[in-house]
């Protein structure tokens, strides 16, 4: 098989990979210069995914993966299948921005050949597939969709750091614009993914798929929250709660924290929204999580005045990602109260915060702090590490209360 990856990023990269390591013909296409030298080097253009330095070792060094700029004239040469990955940026309330999603669309269409399969893995709302993207690949292609070409969707349902361990695991689902297209589609899939791989009837329903399992966590990370500021009421220690709750097979609820970030929990639900409006749980749930930076601060009391350190600026520990990080919410919510809030992270040096939009924190003495993510660092704080901090909200339950004597240590949900 022929196969060209377009979007060589933390999704788009392993995948090709993967591909060309199950003895296939890969071409790579990014418009980073310095993604194709490095892929073409046999370097990984980013840190952190499992297996990924060794993969482009030995692909770009058996000639089965090589990148290159440009996607027209690699599409041009006839591939089996085209696997496009290119990023859906979306606004501040998760609006989609589909400019680079169409010029991508676009590129692939002007190098259209019959007989090439596309299929697409960016998550989208529901009826993209079908209503923007084929018809984007027709009108650069002058090929119709499902007679002279195949287009289906296959969301992505990897994590950033496992995702050649998550090829393996989960399903990997497939939906067409046609019968002939999906089976089409689900056949080249079969040729690098061992593990299963599920056609689910139309491409709508693979996008609503990887629409409600997104949702499902955001929906579920809201209950926990809601869980927790009744348990804070109370009295009463939330991890001890779920714990027993999880105890029976039925129960599967997730944990509280100080915000839900990334590309995806905070964004897909919005997707959803978009095509049911009338959907009543996803949008309370997003109103829920996006509340946890103020009860975060709330848990302070009066910061006026005051110098607040927010340890993390990264969504999640252990990845170097702002994706609506809750280090933003606090960063903004902290200036609202008329608090100096100042940011550090060992992932990220002091320009990198700065270009962020976080001030960076100096060393010197601070008032309060908040634990905004969960990196392992963390875990050995204590009070001599937080200059003058009286008290801590520890937003993710990384903290170990016992070394901070003399300092308050709040946790949401938890005396």
């Known amino acids: 098989m022929k196969a060209v990856v377009v979007a060589l990023g933390k999704i788009g990269l392993p995948l ?38 060794e993969g482009l070792k030995a692909t770009v060094g058996a000639g089965t993966l090589r990148a290159q700029a440009d996607t027209t004239e690699a599409v041009a040469a006839g591939p089996d299948l085209v696997v496009a990955v290119p990023p859906l940026y979306v606004d501040a309330a998760a609006k989609p921005d589909w400019e680079t999603l ?25 009826g993209s597939t079908r209503a923007r993207l084929a018809p984007g690949l027709e009108k650069a292609s002058g090929l119709r969709e499902g007679t002279d070409f195949h287009l289906a969707f ?4 990897v994590f950033s750091g496992r995702v050649f361990a998550d090829l393996a695991t989960y399903p990997k689902l ?18 690098f993914i061992a593990a299963e791989v599920r056609e689910l009837g139309s491409a ?25 500021r009744a348990a804070d ?14 105890s029976q097979p039925f129960s599967h609820i997730h944990r509280p924290g100080v915000a839900v970030g990334g590309h995806c929990i905070p964004v897909y639900p919005r997707f959803f929204l978009e095509g049911a409006p009338e959907a009543q749980l996803p949008r309370v749930a997003r109103d829920v999580n996006e ?26 520990g252990g990845v170097k ?9 606090l960063r903004d919510e902290l200036e609202r109260r008329g608090a100096c809030g100042v940011f550090s992270d060992p992932l990220f040096d002091d320009n990198e915060m700065q270009a962020h939009g976080y001030p960076v924190w100096d060393g010197g003495p601070v008032d309060a702090a908040i634990v905004q993510a969960d990196h392992a660092e963390y875990r050995e704080l204590r009070p001599a590490d937080l200059p003058g901090a009286t008290r801590v909200v520890d937003g993710r339950g990384v903290l170990d209360a016992e070394r901070f004597d003399g300092v308050a240590v709040k946790r949401i949900g938890r005396p």
């Open 16 to 53: 090709a990979v993967q591909i060309a390591r199950a003895g296939h013909e890969v071409v790579g296409c990014d418009i980073d210069d310095r993604v194709v030298s490095l892929v073409n080097a046999g370097k990984e253009p980013f840190p952190g995914e499992t297996g990924l330095a």
């Open 102 to 126: 169409d010029a991508v669309t676009a590129a692939i269409g002007r190098g259209l050949k019959p007989g090439t399969t596309v299929v697409v893995e960016t998550t989208v709302p529901v």
């Open 154 to 157: 296959s969301p992505e349902r």
């Open 174 to 191: 497939i939906g067409g614009l046609s019968a002939a297209g999906e089976a089409r589609a689900a056949e080249l899939y079969r040729e």
């Open 204 to 228: 709508e329903a693979a996008e609503l798929a990887k629409l409600a399992e997104t949702t499902y966590r955001d929906v579920n990370i809201a209950y926990a929250n809601e869980l927790a």
């Open 233 to 246: 009421a109370w009295g009463l220690d939330v991890e001890k709660v779920i714990d027993a709750s999880n």
């Open 291 to 316: 509340a946890m930076p103020a009860y975060a601060v709330d848990m302070l009391g009066d910061v006026a005045g005051q110098t607040v350190l927010v340890l993390g600026v990264a969504y999640r």
């Open 321 to 329: 990602e702002t994706a609506f990080s809750g280090a933003a919410a």
